[in-house]
């Protein structure tokens, strides 16, 4: 069936970029995702990415997308304390809003 | 504009009970779904909707029902609550499937 794996946990210095990776297993998904979870919050779309591109950029955003590996990225460029959250890779499955979720990474920035 | 409205926040069930968790928005969006979300996982796909009357099962359906009689609202019932269903439930939609999805802020659920 679907699956989509990433890191759970991801420190980084205030300033430096954060690369957080997903890897899923569905070659026919159309769209990927990355949203963003704060402490008892919903989530929030960042960008996402349709299948035919390699890559997108957005502001301090970078998705790089490698359809052959089955890898997604999310480059966080100039890292801030106010990045800290968790990040959701998704995968979208035959559209109709229905999304498969990775686990999520927790990403910690500090001074 | 509110977005998606989920109400209520927070929900202390005994086993056995049964309550619905409503999910309204105002985008006039025909997309909708119902997640929950466990620690240490990602949110997986209870039940979705691509417009009123229609409804379909997703990933983790047993002991849930849904109905969308509207565009606008799209509830969530528990049956007979369970231990099991203790879970974080965040409801969704989306304009057209595929570009956005809009979440709403969650209802946390506790059986007891």
């Known amino acids: 069936g679907e699956d989509v794996e990433q890191s759970l946990f991801l420190s980084v210095r205030e300033g430096d970029s954060s690369v957080i990776n997903c890897t899923y297993t569905?070659?026919?998904?159309?769209?990927l995702y990355w949203y963003k979870q704060e402490p008892g919050a919903g989530l929030q779309l960042l960008t996402y990415?349709?299948?035919?591109?390699d890559m997108k950029q957005d502001q301090r955003l970078t998705v790089l997308l490698n359809k052959k590996d089955k890898h997604l990225s999310l480059r966080i460029a100039d890292t801030q304390t106010g990045d800290s959250a968790i990040y959701f890779c998704?995968?979208?499955?035959?559209?109709?809003?229905?999304?498969?979720f990775g686990a999520g990474t927790r990403l910690a920035v500090h001074p | 504009n509110a977005g998606v409205t989920q109400t209520p926040k927070f929900q202390v069930l005994k086993t056995g009970q049964s309550m619905t968790l409503q999910c309204a928005q105002d985008m006039n969006h025909e997309y909708m779904s119902w997640y929950r979300q466990d620690p240490g996982m990602g949110l997986r796909l209870i039940h979705y909707?691509?417009?009123?009357?229609?409804?379909d099962q997703g990933e983790v359906p047993n002991g849930y029902n849904v109905s969308r009689s509207t565009t606008e609202d799209f509830p969530l019932r528990l049956l007979s609550a369970a231990p099991s269903q203790t879970s974080v439930y965040f409801c969704?939609?989306?304009?057209?499937?595929?570009?956005?999805?809009?979440f709403g802020q969650g209802t946390r659920l506790t059986v007891v």
């Open positions: 969704a939609s989306s304009p057209d499937g595929n570009t956005e999805a809009f």
């Open positions: 998704a995968e979208s499955i035959g559209g109709y809003n229905k999304l498969i």
């Open positions: 990415i349709f299948s035919n591109m």
């Open positions: 909707s691509v417009g009123a009357g229609i409804t």
């Open positions: 569905d070659s026919s998904s159309t769209y």
